[in-house]
């Protein structure tokens, strides 16, 4: 090879590294001689070259000038690659996005499916997980205990399926989504599916009646809240189905309300009532919803949605009811009316991560400020390191149609700018003709989105909001996240046992997946899911014949690591990634970075 055809190699401060000698040497002796060759001409050229952030001229990598070397020869010969052009505002960044820009990285938003009678088999929720699908919601407003109980097994049974189609243990979280504080009609003809239509200017009765629980009508339904009788008055309005139908009181007479259909529709069974601007006086948790957390504890369920959360003080009642033998589960709060908006701040404090219900939100305060109050949670959630949720109609129309509208797509892509972790289908796989296309068309407008993120500012914003903790881990994980924005780095590793390492890590938003490697910690594996860009491969210990734990070293637990991402796709062969370890056994500081081809 002719040295003068080598590409120059420009170094951080302005210098350029005489590649000839490097190259000379490299051709007549060996990598160890062209690695101390690369020293002795620029050593800051070797901890600097792939960043030009200020954060990892104070870290010294492991392996950082065999990394170098090793990527310098691979790119002997080729052409160099043309300099991206830097955006300097939102405006330039939204002018230089390239609409047939190469999707490299996997999704990283996670994606959450409700099981419902459209994917209640095993043969269906393999499916699913192939799919993309990363948690199971199971909606606690229907069904009985018994029949999830029976979901829940149907769901550990795929996912053991599922691994085995692998070939590695395959990690889905299941999530129980609470009733809460919340008012439902009964059943239409004793049926969950059965449904009525509504008519415009037709006569239609709400009733407190137990006999009518199973014996739902087109003419009256019941209601599970006794005193609407007593709050309720004429002219004021109600709201059924996440405001699909809406009703005007006109007369109350016993336990019945007697109203006027305002905006017509069907009614299906158990669905949601809403009375914007009433005081109702529901408890925060009600005896349902402690027995249905109960039932999360019993089961070893890995994560409660806390429907219509209003202040902080919901949250510690949540964690009293579980206990010690539940401290472990995740509570999301879900934010679904103007109190919870109120105390965002508080609530994001006290809880494990939020869920933006746009349904029921979207009645409780004016329709048209539901975008402003997901940007501001999902904004403050990502300053907190708390995962986002964003739920409710994301792909509604894809129900009963193959296809999603122009307007589902850009709202799940608008999920994903605002900073959203995962985003969440409910009737579509609950009870929708298509299923595993929603899940794919999410997966499609997910990555698409992720790609069009400027992740250099969203870094520096985040660094920015969170300055006032710095310390040497955070040192390094900056780092890590830096060679991800600027460095064309194709995953980052970490080896942890506890989770905390790869969570901060999804804090400062890198544009590759991170992969954590986890020391037969199933629940924090499941739990991962909730955060962007976790890809969690688990590994066991083995024992000795005394039975003692052997443990694997660092270099047999990154092999397995890379094997299995390389397996699921998520890596390749000859692609640079971010090794972030510990140098002491056990868990504890990560303080340990280092850079290699694998």
Same mark, same amino acid.
């Given at each position: 090879?002719?040295?003068?055809?080598?590409?120059?190699?420009?170094?951080?401060?302005?210098?350029?590294?005489?590649?000839?000698?490097?190259?000379?040497?490299?051709?007549?002796?060996?990598?160890?001689?062209?690695?101390?060759?690369?020293?002795?001409?620029?050593?800051?050229? &070797?901890?600097?070259?792939?960043?030009?952030?200020?954060?990892?001229?104070?870290?010294?990598?492991?392996?950082?000038?065999?990394?170098?070397?090793?990527?310098?020869?691979?790119?002997?010969?080729?052409?160099?690659?043309?300099?991206?052009?830097?955006?300097?505002?939102?405006? !330039?960044?939204?002018?230089?996005?390239?609409?047939?820009?190469?999707?490299?990285? %996997? #999704?990283?938003?996670?994606?959450?499916?409700?099981?419902?009678?459209?994917?209640?088999?095993?043969?269906?929720?393999?499916?699913?997980?192939? &799919? *993309?699908?990363?948690?199971?919601?199971?909606?606690?407003?229907?069904?009985?205990?018994?029949?999830?109980?029976?979901? @829940?097994?149907?769901?550990?049974?795929?996912?053991?399926?599922?691994?085995?189609?692998?070939?590695?243990?395959?990690?889905?979280?299941?999530?129980?989504?609470? %009733?809460?504080?919340?008012?439902?009609?009964?059943?239409?003809? *004793?049926?969950?599916?059965?449904?009525?239509?509504?008519?415009?200017?037709?006569?239609?009765?709400?009733?407190?009646?137990?006999? +009518?629980?199973?014996?739902?009508?087109?003419?009256?339904?019941?209601?599970?809240?006794?005193?609407?009788?007593?709050?309720?008055?004429?002219?004021?309005?109600?709201?059924?189905?996440?405001?699909?139908?809406?009703?005007?009181?006109?007369?109350?007479?016993?336990?019945?309300?007697?109203?006027?259909?305002?905006?017509?529709?069907?009614?299906?069974?158990?669905?949601?009532?809403?009375?914007?601007?009433?005081?109702?006086?529901?408890?925060?948790?009600?005896?349902?919803?402690?027995?249905?957390?109960?039932?999360?504890?019993?089961?070893?369920?890995?994560?409660?949605?806390? /429907?219509?959360?209003?202040?902080?003080?919901?949250?510690?009642?949540?964690?009293?009811?579980? *206990?010690?033998?539940?401290?472990?589960?995740?509570?999301?709060?879900?934010?679904?009316?103007?109190?919870?908006?109120?105390?965002?701040?508080?609530?994001? !404090?006290?809880?494990?991560?939020?869920?933006?219900?746009?349904?029921?939100?979207?009645?409780?305060?004016?329709? !048209?400020?539901?975008?402003?109050?997901?940007?501001?949670?999902?904004?403050?959630?990502? #300053?907190?390191?708390?995962?986002?949720?964003?739920?409710?109609?994301?792909?509604?129309?894809?129900?009963?149609?193959?296809?999603?509208?122009?307007?589902?797509?850009?709202?799940?892509?608008?999920?994903?700018?605002?900073?959203?972790?995962?985003?969440?289908?409910?009737?579509?796989?609950?009870? *929708?003709?298509?299923?595993?296309?929603?899940?794919?068309?999410?997966?499609?407008?997910?990555?698409?989105?992720?790609?069009?993120?400027?992740?250099?500012?969203?870094?520096?914003?985040? @660094?920015?909001?969170?300055?006032?903790?710095?310390?040497?881990?955070?040192?390094?994980?900056?780092?890590?996240?830096?060679?991800?924005?600027?460095?064309?780095?194709?995953?980052?590793?970490?080896?942890?046992?506890?989770?905390?390492?790869?969570?901060?890590?999804?804090?400062?938003?890198?544009?590759?997946?991170?992969?954590?490697?986890?020391?037969?910690?199933?629940?924090?594996?499941?739990?991962?899911? +909730?955060?962007?860009?976790?890809?969690?491969?688990?590994?066991?210990?083995?024992?000795?014949?005394?039975?003692?734990?052997?443990?694997?070293?660092?270099?047999?637990?990154?092999?397995?690591?890379?094997? @299995?991402?390389?397996?699921?796709?998520?890596?390749?062969?000859?692609?640079?990634?971010?090794?972030?370890? /510990?140098?002491?056994?056990?868990?504890?500081?990560?303080?340990?970075?280092?850079?290699?081809?694998?």
């Amino acid at each position: 090879m002719d040295r003068d055809s080598l590409p120059r190699v420009p170094d951080t401060h302005g210098d350029v590294v005489d590649e000839k000698l490097f190259s000379d040497l490299y051709i007549r002796t060996s990598w160890v001689d062209a690695q101390v060759a690369l020293d002795q001409i620029d050593k800051r050229h &070797a901890l600097n070259c792939v960043f030009n952030n200020g954060f990892a001229r104070d870290i010294t990598f492991m392996g950082s000038t065999h990394f170098m070397s090793q990527r310098y020869v691979n790119t002997m010969g080729k052409q160099p690659k043309k300099p991206d052009v830097q955006a300097h505002s939102h405006l !330039e960044h939204a002018c230089l996005i390239d609409y047939d820009q190469k999707l490299t990285f %996997k #999704r990283l938003t996670g994606i959450i499916c409700t099981i419902g009678p459209a994917t209640r088999s095993v043969e269906m929720i393999v499916k699913l997980l192939g &799919a *993309g699908m990363n948690i199971a919601r199971l909606n606690f407003s229907h069904g009985t205990h018994e029949q999830h109980g029976e979901t @829940v097994c149907i769901i550990r049974e795929a996912i053991d399926a599922y691994s085995k189609q692998l070939g590695y243990k395959h990690h889905t979280a299941i999530a129980l989504d609470t %009733k809460g504080p919340e008012i439902r009609t009964g059943l239409i003809a *004793g049926s969950d599916t059965a449904d009525v239509e509504l008519k415009k200017g037709a006569t239609f009765k709400l009733s407190t009646n137990q006999e +009518l629980l199973e014996k739902g009508t087109v003419e009256r339904v019941y209601v599970d809240y006794k005193n609407i009788t007593k709050v309720l008055k004429p002219k004021d309005r109600i709201f059924l189905d996440d405001g699909l139908i809406s009703l005007l009181v006109k007369d109350v007479s016993g336990d019945e309300l007697v109203c006027e259909v305002e905006n017509g529709g069907m009614l299906g069974s158990r669905k949601g009532i809403n009375l914007p601007g009433i005081d109702v006086d529901l408890p925060s948790i009600s005896e349902k919803d402690k027995a249905d957390i109960r039932f999360a504890v019993d089961n070893k369920l890995d994560i409660i949605f806390a /429907s219509f959360i209003r202040d902080a003080a919901a949250i510690e009642e949540i964690r009293c009811v579980l *206990g010690e033998d539940g401290k472990y589960i995740k509570i999301i709060a879900k934010i679904e009316n103007h109190q919870g908006m109120k105390n965002i701040a508080n609530i994001i !404090e006290a809880s494990d991560g939020i869920m933006v219900a746009r349904g029921d939100l979207g009645i409780e305060i004016p329709a !048209e400020k539901v975008f402003l109050a997901q940007k501001s949670i999902f904004a403050q959630c990502n #300053r907190a390191g708390k995962p986002g949720i964003c739920a409710t109609q994301m792909l509604e129309s894809m129900i009963k149609k193959p296809r999603p509208t122009r307007a589902e797509l850009s709202d799940v892509a608008n999920a994903v700018l605002d900073g959203a972790d995962c985003v969440m289908l409910s009737g579509e796989t609950a009870k *929708g003709d298509y299923p595993l296309e929603c899940v794919d068309t999410m997966v499609r407008v997910c990555r698409e989105a992720e790609a069009a993120i400027w992740s250099d500012n969203l870094f520096t914003d985040l @660094v920015n909001a969170n300055n006032d903790d710095f310390d040497l881990e955070k040192a390094l994980i900056l780092s890590a996240v830096s060679a991800a924005i600027n460095g064309e780095v194709r995953a980052i590793i970490v080896l942890t046992s506890t989770g905390y390492t790869t969570f901060v890590l999804s804090r400062y938003r890198p544009p590759c997946p991170i992969i954590s490697l986890n020391a037969g910690n199933d629940v924090i594996a499941r739990q991962s899911n +909730l955060y962007r860009g976790i890809f969690t491969i688990s590994y066991e210990y083995e024992t000795n014949k005394d039975g003692t734990s052997k443990t694997k070293t660092v270099e047999e637990r990154l092999a397995l690591g890379i094997q @299995v991402a390389k397996d699921a796709g998520v890596i390749k062969d000859n692609d640079p990634v971010v090794i972030v370890t /510990s140098l002491q056994s056990g868990s504890g500081l990560s303080n340990s970075m280092r850079m290699i081809y694998v």
